[in-house]
């Protein structure tokens, strides 16, 4: 296998081609494919025909794959790793968590060891007349840290954000027991990423509620002014979905938005995976 690394030209990612995840990946391969990772926050490998094993398989390259707390309703058989992303019904019942990931967030942030990065297969792709919808957009956390002004650089020196689990409009009721799993924690509100050294924001509305020390009014204007800066046009990048996609972020380096412009008989169906990942500084 060669490598095509091709940026999206937008405010983060970039497209890897010459991959095809059937076939068991080289350590030098998985290698730059990682650093890519490391380098564009989000990658896109297109036209992947993976079973689940396989998208199980490549996700485990990256560190231990997470069992998600959707998983006990939406997990595929034999693979509990993966869950489904998905508004259809069959016989009455939903197969997959519908309108996840509506407002920005990163994933497990809620959580004292966030996601170190997340994958989506593109199963299915809702579409209206052959325009394909139910896109997702990612955010440059690092790019926002860096073009910040250095009075709000030195403001938020040593600031940590309360992030609370129930903070977050979520798709579906979610119950007592995965609430207390997971009670309110501190995470500084600029991070380091753990590979590159590389600094970024980690704040968002929502799963963020407070910040240490800060009154509530300021710290949510405080808050909402840096979510706002994150999510900046010249920051984003949108992907258009296309069956067999497969895409992976990293959830120190991107936030990331799913756009619910769709609704049955138009069906989006995605196979989702999370790597773990560690405290973050
Ligand atoms: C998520 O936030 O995990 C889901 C994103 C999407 O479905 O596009």
């Given at each position: 296998m060669s490598l095509e690394i091709v940026p999206t030209n937008a405010g983060i990612g970039a497209e890897i081609r010459g991959v095809d995840l059937v076939r068991p990946l080289d350590d030098a391969i998985f290698a730059e494919i990682e650093a890519t990772l490391d380098t564009h926050g989000v990658i896109i490998l297109r036209d992947q025909k993976i079973t689940p094993e396989q998208q199980v398989a490549f996700s485990a390259q990256f560190g231990d794959v997470a069992i998600n707390h959707n998983a006990k309703d939406f997990g595929i058989d034999g693979n509990p790793e993966i869950y489904l992303i998905s508004n259809i019904t069959?016989?009455?019942?939903?197969?997959?968590?519908?309108?996840?990931?509506?407002?920005?967030?990163?994933?497990?942030?809620?959580?004292?060891?966030?996601?170190?990065?997340?994958?989506?297969?593109?199963?299915?792709?809702?579409?209206?007349?052959?325009?394909?919808?139910?896109?997702?957009?990612?955010?440059?956390?690092?790019?926002?840290?860096?073009?910040?002004?250095?009075?709000?650089?030195?403001?938020?020196?040593?600031?940590k954000g309360v992030f609370d689990f129930r903070g977050r409009k979520r798709g579906r009721p979610i119950s007592a027991e995965t609430i207390a799993q997971y009670p309110p924690v501190e995470h500084p509100i600029v991070r380091t990423h753990p590979r590159t050294g590389r600094k970024g924001l980690y704040v968002m509305r929502n799963d963020c509620t407070g910040i240490v020390g800060l009154e509530e009014d300021e710290a949510l204007s405080l808050i909402g002014a840096l979510a706002d800066h994150i999510t900046r046009p010249a920051f984003v990048y949108r992907h258009r979905w296309r069956v067999g996609d497969v895409v992976v972020w990293d959830n120190c380096t991107a936030q990331h938005q799913a756009m619910i412009d769709y609704d049955l008989p138009q069906r989006r169906l995605m196979w989702r995976t999370t790597v773990k990942g560690s405290v973050p500084f």
């Open positions: 069959e016989s009455g019942r939903l197969i997959g968590t519908p309108r996840a990931g509506s407002e920005w967030h990163t994933d497990m942030c809620y959580a004292k060891q966030p996601a170190r990065a997340t994958m989506l297969h593109a199963i299915e792709v809702p579409e209206l007349n052959g325009l394909a919808l139910g896109d997702t957009q990612f955010a440059n956390t690092a790019a926002a840290w860096e073009t910040l002004p250095d009075a709000m650089k030195r403001k938020l020196d040593g600031l």
